[in-house]
Structure formats: structure tokens, C-alpha cells
């Protein structure tokens, strides 16, 4: 049984606690910004195995969590899904934390160099960005990921994870912890902001008096649209995922029905799930019966234009608005468009500039879909799911960016880092 929650005496406490974290977590940027890249490595091989070694634990605390919110009522199936915690998933974050220790290290190395004609070389290397604020909702994963790409790119990180995976976050955060304490390295290196009390949402948005130099939240549209309004530090965006997969008239059927079926069915609740399912008309007679009908028997709600509710009784009329829409759930919105600009209209329309796929043995229409859909991330044959981190070999990630300064798509080590130009010279003026 997890340790019953601490309450505080109001805001002028919370106040003072955040104000110290803020204070310790520049403290502690400060020290691993200078860190040789073999002690943030032992501290990420003490945190792999720390996590697997208190997989039980944390299994027993994320049971407490979602026993919680389903009892609490109104928790979706999908919401339910993101919070829960499996003995594969723990694995899965052990391996990825593992993955990251033996990426290279970001820190320090020369993306740049060039000669002035006056003799001065200038380099552009890369530096940490010093305090990352992390502001996630209901998946307790997330406190390792974030944890273990900050610490990798030489980033103090304050996590402030959601309500409801309140004791798993602590319980995977006991972890992360213990990798540090093991390496030398100081704990308040990865903090977990320990409150429920949302105040300490808007106090990090603040900045916490200049300790904190980033913000990113990963969360549903309610977080995301307060962070954007909050904000007093650079934020990476991190949008809804209203994500397309358009299934272009050359495409073939089986691996059209293969990839629509994972990209929407495989984890309804991830931000890489399919939303909305485009169709050719020069192809529509060919494969729009068959991929509604294979959804429909899959446990997934149709919603379609008049085009496709005729295809089956069973498909729901969609409204204006489910062309907008992040359903995280087993439900799709499907329409017929005039082919590939009929698809990239649509999704510079209703998209959130995250994930789109296209299905097409037209290589003429996949250059111009992957050129012209202006997304973090575009797929020719490929999942939607495919939009993460881990798949992109980067271990982890902290979320996908969808702005376009910066980071974008998924953001690990490499994405938390700044840079800074070093000019060396042989006793150059300048005249």
C-alpha cells in the first residue's frame, strides 16, 4: 500500500515548496550540465534496473490508481487504457530507458565549423537547455521517459504528473531516484512535484522565478489549451492528434485494411491513433465497403459523409464536428475525397499537424502527399502508430512536438538540447 497522500496548509506552503524545487532544480542543471556522459549513464543503468527490480511496486501502486478512477465514475475505456500499468508495460519501460543510455550522448558535440577569412573558426555545439517543466496527464510512463531524456541531455526536470496516476509517477519516480543517488549525481536532478493541488499547474507556468526554461505539457486539449494561455516560458507544443490515413485509389486492399486496422484499433487512446479515415473516390468501389465493414466488426464506430453511409447501415452520419475531433476511442470519422489534393485539403483544414499517413502505390502521389501535408510527421505505407519515440530509436520520448521552432515530432535527448557558438581565435580585433 502506497504512503497516504501529504495535504498541505494552503497556498502559501505549496508556494514555498515549489519555490524550493525550482531552486534545487537549477542547482542541480547546473551540476549536470557538466557531467561526464559515463556518470549520467550509470545513473540510467541503476534506474533500468531499479525499475525492473520494483516492477511489483509499481504494479501494486498503478492498481491503486486506476481502482480510483474507476470507481470515481466517468473514466473511459481509453483513459482507463493510458493509466494502466501491465508487467509488459514496466518491461517496456525498462528496455526503453536502456535504449536511451546507449544512444550517443547529445551533449557537447559539434553540429557546425567554418573559418572566418580574418582566422577565427566558429563552432555551433550543443548544450543542455537547463530546467525542463514536464506537465502530463494520466500515463505514469511518462515520469520515466521525460526523466531519463532529460538527465541523458544534461536537463534538471520537474515532472508534474496527473491526478490520477499520482502514486504510480511516485512510485516509478522512487526509481529514478535511486539511479541518481547511485551515480553521485543530485536527486533533485528529476523531481516529481509531490501534490495533487492544481495551483502547482500555474506556479510552474510561471516559471518559478526563472528556474524552470521550458515547458512541455503532454496531455488532452484542456492541458494543452491552458499551458498556451499560462505561459510565461517557451512551451513545445504538443497539439491534439487528429490524425489521417488516406487510402489513395492505386493502394492495395490488404495492406490498405492491415494498416487502417492498427493505426486506429491498436491503442485507441494514443496520441497516434487514426481519427479520421480518407478514401479516393477513383478507388472507393474497390476498397471503401470492405475497410468500414472491417472497423465496424472490429469494435470501432463508423461516422461517415453520405458516401459512406452507404456502404453500410451501421455507419452514424457525421456532423460538422467530428471532422475536428480527437476521439481517442473506438470511434473513426470517414469520408470520400477527389484524390490526393482532395486529402491534403481536407487535413490543412481539420488536421492538428501531428501524425498522416497515406496508402498508395503511386509513388508520384505519395511524394506529393509526404511534401505538401505539413505535419510533424508524414507516413507513405506505414501506421499512424508508428509515431513515437521509442519506434523512431530514440528510446523514449517526452511527446510529440507539433509546432515548428525548435523541436518537432518526437522529442528525445537530441530535441532537449540548445546550442551555443564557441570562437576561437589567435588575438583577432575587430576593426
Known amino acids: 500500500m502506497a504512503a497516504p497522500l501529504k495535504a498541505l496548509d494552503g497556498n502559501a506552503d505549496l508556494q514555498a515548496l515549489m519555490t524550493d524545487l525550482g531552486t534545487r532544480a537549477r542547482a542541480a542543471a547546473r551540476v549536470l550540465a557538466l557531467a561526464p556522459p559515463e556518470q549520467k549513464d550509470r545513473a540510467i543503468e541503476a534506474m533500468e534496473r531499479a525499475i525492473r527490480n ?15 478512477a474507476r470507481a470515481s465514475g466517468g473514466a473511459t475505456s481509453a483513459f482507463i487504457d493510458r493509466l494502466t500499468l501491465t508487467p509488459a508495460r514496466v518491461e517496456a519501460t525498462a528496455e526503453g530507458i536502456g535504449i536511451v543510455r546507449g544512444i550517443a550522448d547529445p551533449i557537447g558535440i559539434v553540429t557546425e565549423s567554418w573559418q572566418r577569412p580574418n582566422g577565427m573558426t566558429i563552432e555551433r555545439v ?5 530546467v525542463v517543466g514536464v506537465i502530463f496527464e494520466s500515463r505514469p510512463n511518462v515520469a520515466a521517459d521525460a526523466g531519463v531524456l532529460c538527465l541523458k541531455a544534461g536537463n534538471a526536470v520537474i515532472l508534474r504528473g496527473g491526478s490520477d496516476s499520482f502514486r504510480s509517477c511516485r512510485a516509478i519516480h522512487q526509481c529514478l531516484v535511486q539511479g541518481l543517488r547511485e551515480a553521485g549525481l543530485p536527486e533533485a536532478a528529476i523531481t516529481l512535484v509531490p501534490t495533487r493541488d492544481r495551483t502547482a499547474v ?3 507556468l510561471s516559471g518559478l522565478n526563472g528556474a524552470i526554461d521550458v515547458i512541455v505539457p503532454r496531455g488532452g486539449k484542456s492541458l494543452v489549451a491552458r499551458v498556451e494561455a499560462e505561459a510565461r516560458v517557451p512551451v513545445f507544443a504538443h497539439l491534439e492528434g487528429i490524425n489521417h490515413v488516406y487510402i489513395d485509389g492505386s493502394a492495395d486492399l490488404t495492406m490498405a485494411k492491415s494498416i487502417v486496422l492498427n493505426a486506429k484499433m491498436r491503442r485507441t487512446g494514443v496520441c ?7 478514401v479516393d473516390r477513383a478507388g472507393a468501389a474497390k476498397s471503401l465497403k ?3 465493414e472491417m472497423l465496424i466488426e472490429a469494435g470501432c464506430e463508423v461516422r461517415g459523409d453520405e458516401t459512406v453511409q452507404g456502404t453500410d447501415a451501421r455507419v452514424k452520419p457525421a456532423s460538422k464536428d467530428d471532422w475536428d475531433t480527437e476521439y481517442l476511442d473506438a470511434i473513426i470519422a470517414a469520408k470520400v475525397v477527389d484524390g490526393v489534393d482532395g486529402a491534403i485539403a481536407h487535413i490543412q483544414n481539420h488536421g492538428s499537424h501531428h501524425t498522416d499517413a497515406i496508402v498508395s502505390q503511386d509513388e508520384a502521389a505519395a511524394k506529393k502527399f509526404l511534401s505538401e501535408v505539413d505535419s510533424a510527421i508524414v507516413l507513405h505505407n506505414a501506421s499512424t502508430q508508428f509515431a513515437d519515440g521509442g519506434e523512431f530509436g530514440f528510446g523514449a520520448e517526452i511527446g510529440i512536438a507539433t509546432g515548428r521552432f525548435h523541436a518537432r515530432g518526437p522529442v528525445g535527448a537530441e530535441q532537449l538540447t540548445s546550442f551555443k557558438y564557441r570562437v576561437h581565435g589567435t588575438g583577432q580585433t575587430r576593426p
Open 54 to 68: 520494483n516492477a511489483s511496486g509499481i504494479l501494486a501502486a498503478n492498481a491503486e490508481d486506476v481502482a480510483e
Open 126 to 130: 550543443r548544450v543542455p537547455l537547463g
Open 202 to 204: 500555474g506556479m510552474m
Open 272 to 278: 497516434g491513433a487514426a481519427e479520421t479515415l480518407l
Open 290 to 292: 470492405p475497410l468500414i
